[in-house]
C-alpha cells in the first residue's frame, strides 16, 4: 500500500485493528501561523524579539523585553477554501470559523534589595497553535460488475477481487464477522441462507454498469496552549526566561462513504445505496517545558535562541462506526453503533529548536528571521498506568510504522515592521517544510504571507493582522478504493487558509 494509514492498535474483536492513524499524530505536530496581530503580521519571526505576548510561547524569554505590565487580547476570522479532486470527481469547499487567537498578562516586579534588586517578569497566556475545522463533499462515478465487483461491500463479500487477496466473507456467519462487516450484515447488505451463512449481496449482480461514490469529511477542533513564565534580565543585555507550556487538542472528524444509484433486481437483491459513517474522537492533554534567551550584543541586533522540551500527551480517543441502507421498496436498514469506547494511552511529542536574528534600524523598524526545527518521526505512543484497552506491543508496532513515513522538518521565518509617528505598517513571509518522507500521499510544505497595521500610544494598542497559507493535502478514504496502477486512491486538496486578526493591548 502506497498510504500506510494504521498504525497497527489492537482493540479486541469488536473493532479489529482500526485505531490511531498517521494523521491523528500529525495533529499533535501541527503549528500554524496563529495569535497576535503583530506576531501574525510579521510571520511569526519573533524568536528574538520578544515586547510580543505570541513571542513567550516560542521564547520566554521575551516577557522579559515587555519595559511595562501588559494585557492583551486578539480575536479573528479564518476561512479554509479547497478544490478537491477524487478519481473522476472534483469538488470545491469554503468553511468560516471565529478564532479566539490569543489571550495574555505580562507583570514585571522586582527581587532583592536596594544595590542587587532584579527585575523579573511573570507571564500567563493562551494562544492558538492551529485550527482543524472544515467539510466537503466529493462524487465520483466507478464501474460495478458481478458479485458487486468495484463496490465497498463487493470487497467485503469477495476480498479475492483486490490487492490484499483473501476470501471474502462468503461461507461465514455473522458472528464470525468484525467492525465494518458486520455493520453492513445489520444494515442488510448481505443475504444468508437457511444456516445463517452469508451467501451473497442484496444487491444487483448483473451486467457491469456505473454506480457514484461520494466521500464526505467533517473536521472540527483546536490545537491550543496555555502557558505559566517567568523572565528575567541582565542590565537589558541578557534576557532569559522559562515556563512550562499545557497544550491542549479537541478534534473530531466524521467520515461518511455513501455508493448509491447502484444495479438493483427484485427482492432481496434490492438495494440501492448504502452508507458507511466513520466517526474518530480525539483529545489529549499534555506538558512541556520552554527555555529561552535574548542576547542584544548591539543595540541595532539581537540574537534568540530557545528550546522547547518534547510534549507528554495523555490521549483519550474513541473510533465508532454505522452503517445504513435503502433498498427500492423504502426500506431503511440500519446498524447499531460499533464503537471502541474510549482506550487511553500517552504520546510522545519531538523537541523544537528556535533560533533568530533580529536588525533594529532606530526607532523606525526592524528586520527579523527565524528558524525552526524538529523531528515528527520521533513522536512515540505508549503506555503507562493510567492507560487501557490498548497494548503496549502494539503502540510499539506503530511507532515503527511512524518512523517510516514522517522525517525532519523545518521552518524559516522573516518579517518586519516600519514605523511612522504612532503608526507601525507590518509584513511577513514563512516557509514550512512537511513533515513526510512522500508529501505527495499526505500534506505538502506550506507557505504564508501575512501582513498588518498597528497604532500604538503609551497605554494602549490596537493592530489589525491578515494572513494567507497555502497548501495541499491528501486524504485517505479506505483500503479499498484503489487506482488503475494499484495504489490507494486519496482526495487530493489544494488549501488556502487565510485569517484576519483583530487585538488590543494595555499597558500600565
Do not use: C
Not at 343 to 362: H, S, V
Amino acid at each position: 500500500m502506497k498510504r500506510l494509514y494504521l498504525l497497527i492498535i489492537a482493540l479486541g474483536p469488536v473493532l479489529g485493528m482500526q485505531a490511531q492513524s498517521i494523521d491523528d499524530v500529525e495533529l499533535f505536530n501541527t503549528r500554524d501561523l496563529h495569535g497576535t496581530p503583530r506576531f501574525i503580521g510579521m510571520g511569526g519571526a519573533f524568536t528574538a524579539l520578544g515586547n510580543d505576548l505570541s513571542a513567550i510561547h516560542i521564547n520566554p524569554a521575551a516577557s522579559s523585553v515587555f519595559r511595562q505590565d501588559n494585557f492583551g487580547l486578539s480575536l479573528g476570522f479564518q476561512t479554509r477554501e479547497g478544490a478537491q479532486g477524487f478519481y473522476d470527481g472534483n469538488a470545491g469547499s469554503s468553511d468560516f470559523s471565529f478564532l479566539f487567537e490569543n489571550i495574555g498578562l505580562v507583570k514585571k516586579f522586582e527581587v532583592g534589595g536596594y544595590k542587587n534588586k532584579t527585575e523579573l517578569a511573570f507571564s500567563l497566556g493562551y494562544t492558538k497553535l492551529a485550527e482543524f475545522n472544515r467539510d466537503y463533499t466529493v462524487v465520483a462515478n466507478r464501474p460495478v460488475g458481478p458479485i458487486g465487483e468495484g463496490t465497498l461491500a463487493g470487497y467485503w463479500i469477495d476480498e479475492k477481487f483486490y490487492p490484499d487477496g483473501g476470501n471474502g466473507i462468503v461461507g461465514l456467519t455473522p458472528d464470525q464477522l468484525f467492525d465494518e462487516e458486520y455493520a453492513a450484515y445489520q444494515a442488510g447488505l448481505f443475504i444468508t441462507d437457511t444456516n445463517d451463512v452469508i451467501e451473497d449481496l442484496s444487491f444487483g449482480n448483473g451486467s457491469p454498469s456505473m454506480y457514484k461514490l461520494r466521500y464526505s469529511r467533517q473536521e472540527r477542533g483546536s490545537f491550543n496552549e496555555f502557558h505559566i513564565g517567568l523572565g528575567g534580565a541582565y542590565n537589558d543585555v541578557f534576557h532569559y526566561g522559562f515556563a512550562l507550556g499545557f497544550p491542549t487538542l479537541s478534534y473530531t472528524n466524521d467520515d461518511l462513504i455513501n455508493e448509491y444509484n447502484l444495479p438493483t433486481d427484485s427482492f432481496p437483491f434490492d438495494a440501492n445505496s448504502y452508507t458507511l459513517n466513520r466517526t474518530n474522537e480525539i483529545y489529549g492533554n499534555g506538558i512541556n517545558i520552554k527555555l529561552g534567551a535574548i542576547v542584544k550584543p548591539a543595540q541595532w541586533f539581537r540574537l534568540g535562541l530557545s528550546y522547547q522540551s518534547p510534549s507528554w500527551y495523555t490521549v483519550t480517543q474513541m473510533y465508532q462506526i454505522d452503517m445504513t441502507a435503502r433498498f427500492d421498496n423504502g426500506d431503511l436498514g440500519e446498524s447499531d453503533i460499533i464503537s471502541t469506547g474510549e482506550y487511553r494511552y500517552k504520546l510522545r511529542t519531538p523537541a523544537i529548536y528556535r533560533a533568530g536574528g533580529a536588525f533594529i534600524f532606530g526607532k523606525r523598524g526592524l528586520l527579523s528571521v527565524d528558524y525552526e526545527y524538529s523531528d515528527p518521526s520521533q513522536s512515540r505512543t505508549y503506555t503507562n498506568g493510567g492507560s487501557y484497552n490498548v497494548l503496549e506491543d502494539d503502540l510499539q508496532s506503530s511507532n515503527s510504522v511512524l518512523s517510516s513515513v514522517m522525517k525532519s522538518s523545518q521552518a524559516i521565518k522573516v518579517g518586519g515592521e516600519y514605523r511612522v509617528g504612532p503608526v507601525m505598517l507590518r509584513a511577513g513571509y514563512g516557509f514550512r517544510q512537511s513533515f513526510y518522507q512522500n508529501p505527495e500521499d499526505f500534506k505538502s510544505d506550506q507557505s504564508t504571507i501575512s501582513g498588518g497595521i498597528g497604532y500604538q500610544n503609551q497605554d494602549f494598542s490596537i493592530d489589525l493582522s491578515y494572513s494567507r497559507s497555502v497548501f495541499s493535502r491528501q486524504d485517505y478514504v479506505h483500503p479499498f478504493y484503489i487506482n488503475n496502477n494499484g495504489g490507494e486512491e486519496l482526495v487530493d486538496s489544494d488549501m488556502i487558509r487565510s485569517n484576519i486578526v483583530l487585538g488590543v493591548g494595555f499597558r500600565f
